[in-house]
């Protein structure tokens, strides 16, 4: 990020900060908060509109909010982009974000007459070609609750790239799928999970600046015994359909005794 556009979003934020100080009114019907919802997307790609994960329009959202927390609907608000290079463009009423040139963070912010919102980012990507696994395909986990874990190549990661110049995809959002056992859906502790570098379990998760993404697979001492595969299903969608080698599929033969 620029020293001019950290500038701009420490501005924002002393911006948002005097607002939340005003004098809160008891007029339910006055807002005295605003909040900018996260986007779809941490990313928007080159020459396109920002989209959810299944290639809809996404336009940023915001919710306004009265002295009861209550959310106020009808009020008026404005998009705005710290963007001096003109990276992106949004369209100030309907919050639609369209990507310009490459750049790894654009601050966008929202207002609602005298209030403004905590800042934002954007990254401005090139669109995933290529899809790379960075782990064996198969693999196998020995899990004694006795003698503990005896095999940690538990981590699925893979890597997304743009051609021709095989540049990495940072900010992307990639999915993960547990195909089998079926149904398995992530959510109970007491089974194996896929969880992300800070141990919650996810079934996304968002590359970083080498366009690598990474879950695990977590077992505890509170695991349930297990005896199967775990058969995952990791794949990136993009305007057009899925990148070349996209999705890709891990087998992890496990066994908890």
Do not use: W
């Not at 006055?30 to 928007?44: E, G």
């Not at 001096?84 to 912010?109: A, E, M, P, R, Y």
């Amino acid at each position: 990020m620029t020293r001019a556009l950290r500038a701009a979003g420490i501005g924002l934020l002393i911006a948002a900060a005097a607002a939340a100080c005003t004098e809160v009114g008891t007029n339910p019907n006055t807002p005295v908060a605003i909040q900018l919802d996260p986007p779809a997307s941490p990313s928007v790609l080159l020459g396109d509109t920002l989209r959810d994960s299944v290639g809809l329009v996404a336009p940023l959202r915001v919710t306004v909010f009265n002295f009861k927390n209550d959310s106020i609907p009808g009020i008026p608000v404005s998009f705005l982009a710290a963007d001096s290079t003109g990276s992106v463009s949004i369209d100030s009423t309907l919050g639609i974000v369209v990507g310009h040139k490459l750049v790894s963070q654009v601050l966008v912010v929202a207002t609602a007459l005298s209030l403004q919102s905590i800042p934002d980012t954007i990254t401005v990507v090139d669109t995933p070609s290529v899809m790379i696994p960075q782990d064996s395909a198969r693999d196998s986990v020995d899990y004694s609750f006795a003698g503990g874990l005896r095999d940690t190549s538990l981590t699925l990661r893979v890597r997304l790239t743009h051609l021709p110049d095989g540049a990495v995809v940072p900010d992307y959002l990639v999915h993960y799928t547990i195909l089998h056992p079926a149904p398995y859906d992530n959510t109970d502790s007491t089974n194996v999970q896929l969880v992300n570098p800070a141990a919650r379990p996810e079934l996304v998760d968002t590359t970083d600046a080498t366009g690598t993404t990474a879950l695990s697979l977590r077992i505890t001492p509170f695991t349930h015994a297990f005896n199967d595969s775990l058969v995952i299903e990791v794949s990136a969608r993009a305007p057009g359909g899925l990148p070349s080698g996209s999705p890709v599929r891990y087998v992890r033969r496990i066994n908890i005794h």
